[in-house]
C-alpha cells in the first residue's frame, strides 16, 4: 500500500511542478504559433508579464497572424506595468519607430537608388558624330568610348556589389523593420535594381548603336578616301 502511495505522490508533484510558460515557449519554439498564442493568451489574461511580453512580440513580428502595432503595444504596457525590462525596451522601440517613420517609408517604398547611378557611376553618353573623317577627331570618339566603357563596367559592378539592395539599409533602421516592412522593403528594392538595370541596359544599346553606326560610316569613308589617294596618284 505504501508502494502505491509512493508513486501517487510523485504524481501529485509533478503535476505541481508544470510549468505553463515553460510550455507554451516549447509550443512558440516549434512555430505552432496558433497553440502558442491560445497559451500565452491565457497565461496573459491571468497577469503573467512574461506571457504579455510575447504576445505582444508575436503581434509586433507577425506570427500572431497579421502585422498589430496597436495589440503589440497593448501587451507590451501591461507587461512594463509588472517592470519586465524587454518589455520597456519593446516600448521603446517602438517610440523610436514612430520618430523615424519617414526613414522607414523611405527604404519601404522611396528610396530610387539615385546614388548608384550618380558621381562616378553616372555614365553620360558620349558624344558621338554621324561620320569623321579626320585622324584626330576619330581619336577623340575612340577615347570617349572608352571612357564610356569603363564608366558602365564600373556601374555593373557596384550594382552587383550592391546587390540585394537590403543591406543598403542602416542597422539602425532595418532593426525598426516589422516582418511585412522587412518583406516590402525587399520587393520594392529588388525592383529598383531591375529598374537600374535595364535603365542602363538600353541607355547601352543606343550608345553602341550609335557607334556602330559611325564606325560603318568612318570604316566606308576611309576605305573610299584611300583608295581615291591610291588612284590619283601618278604611275
Not at 10 to 28: M, Q, R
Not at 190 to 216: G, H
Request: hydrophobic share 40%; glycine share 4%; with cysteine.
Amino acid at each position: 500500500m505504501k508502494k502505491y502511495l509512493f508513486v501517487l505522490s510523485l504524481l501529485v508533484c509533478g503535476a505541481a511542478y508544470a510549468d505553463p510558460i515553460a510550455d507554451a515557449n516549447a509550443l512558440f519554439a516549434k512555430k505552432s504559433y496558433p497553440q502558442a498564442i491560445q497559451a500565452y493568451t491565457k497565461l496573459a489574461n491571468a497577469g503573467n508579464a512574461e506571457a504579455q511580453l510575447h504576445l505582444g512580440e508575436m503581434h509586433l513580428y507577425g506570427e500572431a497572424g497579421a502585422v498589430d502595432l496597436e495589440k503589440a503595444e497593448t501587451w507590451f504596457r501591461k507587461s512594463a506595468a509588472k517592470g519586465n525590462k524587454t518589455a520597456i525596451a519593446a516600448l521603446e522601440m517602438m517610440k523610436r519607430r514612430e520618430t523615424r517613420r519617414a526613414d522607414i517609408e523611405y527604404w519601404t517604398s522611396k528610396y530610387d537608388g539615385t546614388e548608384l547611378k550618380s558621381g562616378k557611376f553616372r555614365c553620360s553618353a558620349p558624344r558621338i558624330p554621324a561620320l569623321s573623317k579626320q585622324n584626330d577627331e576619330i581619336d577623340v570618339v575612340g577615347a570617349r568610348m572608352a571612357a564610356w566603357q569603363e564608366c558602365y563596367n564600373g556601374f555593373v559592378q557596384n550594382l552587383n556589389d550592391s546587390s540585394p539592395l537590403t543591406k543598403l539599409i542602416p542597422k539602425d533602421i532595418a532593426d525598426l523593420l516589422t516582418r511585412d516592412e522587412n518583406e516590402q522593403a525587399a520587393k520594392h528594392l529588388a525592383q529598383v535594381q531591375v529598374n537600374l538595370a535595364e535603365e542602363a541596359r538600353v541607355s547601352s544599346k543606343m550608345v553602341l548603336a550609335d557607334f556602330a553606326v559611325w564606325r560603318d560610316a568612318t570604316d566606308k569613308y576611309v576605305t573610299e578616301h584611300n583608295q581615291m589617294v591610291k588612284s590619283a596618284k601618278p604611275r
